[in-house]
């Protein structure tokens, strides 16, 4: 227990709230972009940490923690939350206070926790936020009353306006005797506990005055079209089409703009160095590789565009609701659509995200599946081959591209409901459980969410193409340049490397599905992270050009030398394509063993080796060897 | 009327939510009856009006219930927990 005399000079502020109820655009408008974005020791639950300072000059660490209906868990993130709140979770202090954020529109259900938190014994300010909306929508409420009632500071905050947020900071500064109690004994309610709760939360809200408008006549309307039986999967199927095509559409003039930015880039430094080893790793090595990978941002980008705005929006839970049966059908919950769709953008969150389904058999099928949505990693491969040998024509109303992208990505899902209808019949049987999902209400989304949204995952991919990648397309530049080629020897120097010898060795295993030695070595760091390989291509066919590589771009250039069996072949292969290994790294986290990583390879591996072996003899034999 | 369960019901019903049932056997609930707590904790409380709003073609299972001011969706299976007077 901490005792102090006079206010600290810092405090370690928590966040608690139900999902939905703003708790992170709360979290966001208090630290701005001054967070920390790291997991809980042990677990892979997202562990956002920011700090702001106070007018008075305290410094505040704020944890945004998950969110929770209640102190009694269904899923891990509940438990992560009750278990720091209570001060068991290891490596982590309990905090000094605790922000309990509440919708002010659905106190009803939002109350309940805050009873559970202040009953906890530990300090509470209670935060009423969007209470801009809910004034707007016609809520009333007395909140002079309401603190009475509860019996600790209630401010209004509006974590969607500049400034929203002051009552709040107003509010911790004033607190001069942080952490003072600690938390009681805590043991899981009884049912009759709960009922007794519940009526007491009703008590208040009639005792404070709490009115609720019945729902806008708009919002009831959009949800009729959202949710009927039949326009609503209409809607969802149109919605996911017109997000993959906009993937490729909007993406073109930024990659251009990024494509010729790297071209030139090449050519100055070029014209500057003088010819020799130098002037071959910074053209060939670091600008050709890292920049063939940069190009992609734009579409990965737009891909989590999408995805965050659905789910500021309030649309995913309810996409959710309308899979529920067909995902049963392969024996998944409609929860996993939520982890799944985040998988098409990077199978990483995705995974990480799968905390949310309850029952563990469920988690681990949808684990073992994530891989194979398409994500946005695999895009760049995608893209490649896509404009190297698809035709840009139209076929109706559609692109051929965009057609042939869509055809894979609906691969993809259709492998992963296979294996995921025989995992839930084989090695992951399992009992019962309940869906019980809050559809929340539609909210517009609010920018600076989505902004600091888009900035952590281009953080996170710069930082990739910066670190990881730009190391293994160094450690390729070199064997592809070392031993040198002999004097006067034919061919491109590269065929005479330590790259052109792993190249060929790996041929014999890969020439049945029609892939060359460059396809083959640029599989290798492809296990790194995906998107490698087609730096690695840009590195393999630069060098082995004759003349300067850099200006002739790598489309044409193996439009030029594979055939299309070849292309194709090698989509099929990364629609299966074995892991990368930060997917691996989290699967063996998150699931604590390497049994599941190491079955995920091996099946990943044996699925696009026989895809590709199908691809490819089928192209073959219908002649477009 | 007596309260009948929320499972049987149809699209475009309205009632009061009479009782949670605390019966983990006929829910298939190993976990002692996780999901008539966790109903509880959500609202579904006795007195409570609701409504079926939707329900997913074909089978008409799950169900997507407003409660209060909120939307849950649920499946008809935990639906039998809860009995309900419909008006």
């Known amino acids: ?625 | 009327m007596l309260p009948i369960s929320l499972a049987t019901l149809r699209k475009g019903t309205r009632g009061i939510v009479a009782e949670v049932t605390d019966d983990a056997q006929s829910l298939g609930d190993e976990s002692h009856s996780t999901i008539s707590r966790r109903l509880l904790e959500l609202g579904f409380v006795p007195g409570e009006p609701l409504e079926i709003v939707a329900a997913v073609w074909p089978g008409g299972d799950p169900i997507a219930v407003r409660l209060g001011n909120t939307t849950f969706a649920l499946r008809r299976r935990e639906a039998r927990a809860i009995l309900v007077t419909v008006d």
């Not at chain 1, 703009?257 to 910074?282: C, F, T, Y």
Request: charged share 15%; net charge positive.
């Open chain 1, 1 to 625: 227990m901490k005792e102090h005399g006079h206010a600290p000079e810092s405090m370690r502020v928590a966040l608690v709230g139900v999902p939905n109820s703003g708790k992170t655009a709360l979290f966001n408008r208090l630290t701005g972009s001054r967070q920390k974005v790291a997991n809980y020791a042990g677990v892979t639950v997202e562990r956002k940490e920011g700090s702001f300072t106070g007018p008075s000059g305290r410094q505040y660490r704020v944890l945004d923690l998950p969110g929770a209906y209640s102190l009694t868990p269904t899923t891990l993130d509940e438990a992560i939350t009750r278990d720091f709140l209570l001060g068991r979770l290891a490596g982590e202090a309990a905090p000094e206070f605790v922000v309990c954020v509440v919708d002010a529109t659905n106190l009803r259900l939002n109350l309940r926790l805050a009873l559970e938190l202040r009953d906890l014994g530990v300090p509470i300010v209670v935060a009423l936020n969007m209470s801009d909306l809910a004034r707007d929508r016609g809520f009333r409420l007395d909140r002079d009353r309401l603190e009475r009632e509860l019996g600790v500071p209630v401010v209004e905050t509006v974590a969607v306006a500049s400034g929203g947020h002051e009552r709040l900071v107003a509010a911790l500064e004033a607190v001069t005797h942080p952490g003072a109690a600690p938390p009681r004994e805590w043991r899981d309610p009884s049912f009759a506990h709960i009922q007794h709760t519940q009526r007491d939360v009703r008590r208040i809200l009639e005792a404070v005055g709490y009115t609720e408008p019945a729902r806008a006549r708009a919002l009831r309307r959009l949800d009729a079209l959202v949710m009927h039986p039949l326009a609503g999967p209409a809607f969802l199927a149109l919605l996911l089409f017109f997000v993959f095509q906009a993937v490729f559409s909007w993406a073109t003039l930024p990659m251009s703009l990024i494509s010729s930015g790297v071209s030139w880039v090449g050519a100055e430094v070029q014209d500057l160095l003088p010819g020799g080893m130098l002037r071959s790793l910074l053209v060939d090595g670091v600008i050709a590789g890292a920049g063939s990978v940069v190009v992609f941002l734009p579409q990965i980008l737009i891909l989590f565009l999408f995805i965050l705005v659905l789910e500021d929006t309030g649309y995913l839970p309810r996409a959710a609701y309308l899979l529920d049966r067909l995902m049963g059908s392969v024996g998944l919950s409609g929860r996993a659509f939520i982890p799944l769709l985040s998988s098409f953008a990077c199978a990483v969150p995705g995974i990480m995200a799968t905390r949310t389904i309850p029952n563990v058999r469920d988690r681990l099928a949808t684990i073992m599946v994530a891989p194979l949505m398409t994500c946005s990693a695999r895009l760049p491969v995608y893209a490649l081959v896509i404009a190297a040998f698809i035709p840009n024509r139209p076929v109706g109303p559609f692109n051929l591209q965009g057609l042939v992208l869509f055809t894979l990505y609906v691969t993809g899902i259709v492998a992963a409901m296979a294996v995921a209808w025989g995992l839930k019949r084989t090695a992951l049987r399992s009992s019962y459980h309940p869906l019980l999902l809050e559809l929340p209400e539609y909210r517009w989304p609010n920018v600076q969410s989505l902004a600091i949204g888009l900035w952590e995952r281009a953080k996170v991919f710069v930082g990739r193409v910066g670190t990881i990648i730009l190391a293994l397309m160094i450690v390729l530049w070199f064997l592809s340049s070392y031993p040198a080629a002999p004097p006067g020897a034919p061919g491109p120097a590269i065929q005479y490397s330590y790259a052109g010898a792993i190249g060929r060795a790996l041929e014999h295993v890969f020439a049945p599905i029609g892939f060359n030695w460059q396809i083959s070595l640029a599989l290798v760091p492809g296990l790194a992270a995906r998107e490698v390989a087609v730096g690695a291509l840009g590195t393999v066919y630069s060098l082995s050009a004759t003349g300067d590589g850099v200006s002739a771009t790598l489309a044409p250039m193996i439009a030029g030398t594979w055939s299309l069996a070849t292309a194709l072949s090698l989509l099929a292969w990364y629609v299966f394509a074995p892991q990368c290994l930060s997917t691996l790294v989290v699967v063996r986290r998150e699931t604590n063993s390497w049994r599941y990583p190491l079955l995920m390879t091996a099946y990943l591996f044996a699925l696009a080796y026989a895809a590709a072996f199908l691809t490819y003899r089928v192209a073959l034999a219908l002649g477009a060897g």
